[in-house]
C-alpha cells in the first residue's frame, strides 16, 4: 500500500504491523501533516453491530485529550488506491509520534529505575484521563507506548481495544507479547474492567527494571498459567538498587486478585510519585538510558547464589558505592 492513496491520505512508508493491522505513515493532504495510519483487516468489521461498537469507541477515545495519549484524528473505511470495491478497508488516523516503542528500547537493556517510574507515572496519568470517561484500553503493553524524541511517553491505540472485532482479532492473533501483559481475569476471559490496565501498566514497569517480563515463558499457554498461578521474581532479587517500595508499588499493580490491586491510577500515580530517587538530572529527563556495563554486571551478580550462600559477594557488588549499599539495606532512597 505504500505510495497509494487511502481516502485523502498518501502512505509513504509502512511502521510496523501486528495481529490488530499495519501501521503506515502517511501525509494528510486536506491539513498538510503527517500522521500515522493503523489499517485493520477487511474481517474485522463483518457485522453492523461490529461496525457500530467500533465506531462508537473509537469516538469516545477520539474525545480524550492528554499529552500521553496519541490523538485519534479520525476513522473511516476506504478502498484502497487500485484495489476492488470490495476491499473496504477500516482505519484509524492519529497523531504520528517520531520515536521509538519501550519494547524496542528495553531490548537494548533495562531503565535506569528513575526512568521507569517517571515513565509508568506518565502512562498511569494517561490511563487516569481515559479511566475517568469510562475508556478502557484493555491492550496496554510495551509495544503500545512509544517515547518521543523529547522522552515524552504516548499511550497508542485507544479506540480498538474495546471493540469486539478487536477482542476476536487478538484472539486469532495472540502474540505471546500481548498474552504477557494480560491480567488474569483477562487470561481467564472473564469481563474486564480498568484495573486490568492497572496490571498491564504493572507488567510494563517490571519489565523496565527487570529488562524481562514477569511472566514469560515459550509458549502462550505456559505464559497464561503462569499469570495464573505463579509470582514473579522479586525485582530486589533481579538487580541491585531496586527500591523496596518500588517493588511493593509494582507487587500491588501485579496482584492477581482485582480487589487487592491498585483500585484506580490516582493512587498508582500518588505512590510512584511519592519514591525519592537520587539520580543526577540527566537522569530524570529525556529519553531513558539503559544500564552500563558496569551497572549490568551488577546486576547479574546479585543472582550469584553460590556467592551469597558462601558469605562471599561477587566483586561487582563489592565495587558498589557505600550509598547505594545503604539504599539496598534501607529499602529505599535516601
Avoid: C, W
Amino acid at each position: 500500500m505504500v505510495d497509494k492513496h487511502l481516502s485523502h491520505y498518501h502512505i509513504t512508508a509502512e511502521l510496523g504491523r501486528g495481529g490488530m493491522g499495519i501501521v503506515y505513515l502517511a501525509t494528510d493532504t486536506k491539513l498538510d501533516r503527517q500522521v500515522a495510519i493503523k489499517v485493520l483487516p477487511a474481517s474485522a468489521l463483518t457485522s453492523e453491530s461490529d461496525r457500530a461498537r467500533f465506531y462508537r469507541e473509537a469516538k469516545a477515545a477520539a474525545s480524550l485529550t492528554h499529552p500521553h495519549i496519541a490523538i485519534i484524528h479520525g476513522v473511516d473505511e476506504a478502498v484502497p488506491e487500485g484495489a476492488s470495491s470490495e476491499e473496504l478497508r477500516p482505519f484509524i488516523a492519529m497523531e504520528y509520534v517520531d520515536g521509538e516503542t519501550l519494547e524496542a528500547l528495553i531490548e537494548k537493556g533495562p531503565f535506569k529505575v528513575t526512568d521507569a517510574v517517571r515513565i509508568a507515572s506518565e502512562v498511569a496519568s494517561a490511563l487516569q484521563t481515559a479511566h475517568e470517561a469510562e475508556v478502557v484500553h484493555r491492550d496496554i503493553k510495551s509495544a503500545n507506548v512509544i517515547l518521543s524524541k523529547k522522552g515524552v511517553a504516548k499511550v497508542l491505540d485507544f479506540g480498538l481495544a474495546q471493540t469486539a472485532a478487536s477482542t476476536k482479532l487478538t484472539r486469532m492473533g495472540a502474540t505471546l507479547g500481548t498474552a504477557s501483559f494480560m491480567s488474569p481475569e483477562q487470561a481467564r476471559g472473564e469481563q474486564v474492567d480498568h484495573r486490568t490496565d492497572i496490571f498491564s501498566l504493572g507488567v510494563i514497569l517490571y519489565h523496565m527494571v527487570a529488562g524481562r517480563l514477569p511472566f514469560g515463558a515459550e509458549y502462550e499457554q505456559a505464559v497464561i498459567y503462569s499469570i495464573l498461578n505463579e509470582d514473579p521474581e522479586p525485582l530486589t532479587a533481579l538487580r541491585t538498587g531496586v527500591p523496596m517500595e518500588l517493588e511493593r508499588i509494582v507487587g500491588k499493580a501485579l496482584a492477581k486478585d482485582r480487589e487487592l490491586r491498585y483500585q484506580n491510577a490516582a493512587d498508582l500515580i500518588v505512590d510512584l510519585k511519592a519514591l525519592a530517587l537520587t539520580e543526577t538530572a540527566s537522569q530524570t529527563s529525556g529519553r531513558p538510558t539503559p544500564l552500563t556495563s558496569a551497572e549490568a554486571a551488577a546486576t547479574a551478580g546479585v543472582a550469584t547464589a553460590g556467592a551469597a550462600a558462601a558469605g562471599v559477594l561477587p566483586l561487582p557488588v563489592l565495587l558498589l558505592p557505600l550509598r547505594s549499599m545503604r539504599r539496598k539495606h534501607s529499602g529505599h532512597f535516601l
